[in-house]
């Protein structure tokens, strides 16, 4: 609708504006294009009985979107539109039957300390990860140390020292935002 009106200024929400009818046309057309490409893509992998977990690598924007400036993954991000297409069309669960009835964070802490020889071993295990810059591990790992002892402050500190790298090379600033405010909080909670 917008492209129909043949606008000369455009001044977006989290973009900058843009001058020039020709200019404008050709980035509303490549936008809207690129949010059809997530959204039918999306809903082929759904029609496929893809996970929203599989969905994210088969829902990739074509280089020829991809490479353009102004889509890249500022403001939002095409994982999260991935996830909220499939939430919207099909709902909360990914047909894996293992998930209908998950365990609990606790629950599931205690069994992966076991699985890794103990409290103990799982901590060295998050610490290693963080060294070693294997950030996301190190946030998941701290997480089942967190759920297993809510008052210990090593475990904070691992997830925050983690989600401060993974901030650093995150594009989309309301990521990197929650990334950063996150780690505050928990360097706070550590003390």
Do not use: C
Request: no cysteine; hydrophobic share 40%; glycine share 6%.
């Amino acid at each position: 609708m917008m492209i129909k009106e043949k606008p000369e200024y455009l001044v977006g929400g989290h973009t900058r504006p843009i001058i020039g009818g020709e200019k404008i046309i050709e980035v509303m057309t490549n936008y809207r294009d690129a949010i059809r490409f997530v959204f039918d893509k999306t809903i082929e992998g759904m029609n496929k009985g893809m996970t929203p977990d599989e969905l994210v690598d088969y829902a990739r924007l074509p280089d020829r979107l991809a490479e353009k400036d102004y889509l890249r993954e500022y403001y939002g991000n095409v994982e999260w539109a991935v996830r909220q297409i499939f939430n919207a069309h099909l709902g909360w669960f990914d047909g894996n039957p293992t998930n209908l009835f998950s365990l609990s964070p606790r629950q599931e802490a205690i069994r992966m300390a076991k699985l890794a020889g103990g409290e103990a071993e799982l901590l060295q295990q998050a610490q290693r990860a963080v060294k070693s810059k294997d950030n996301q591990w190190a946030a998941q790992l701290a997480d089942h140390l967190i759920a297993l002892n809510p008052d210990a402050s090593e475990p904070k500190l691992i997830k925050a020292e983690a989600l401060e790298a993974l901030a650093e090379n995150l594009l989309t600033a309301t990521g990197r935002n929650y990334y950063l405010t996150a780690a505050q909080e928990l360097r706070k909670q550590a003390e």
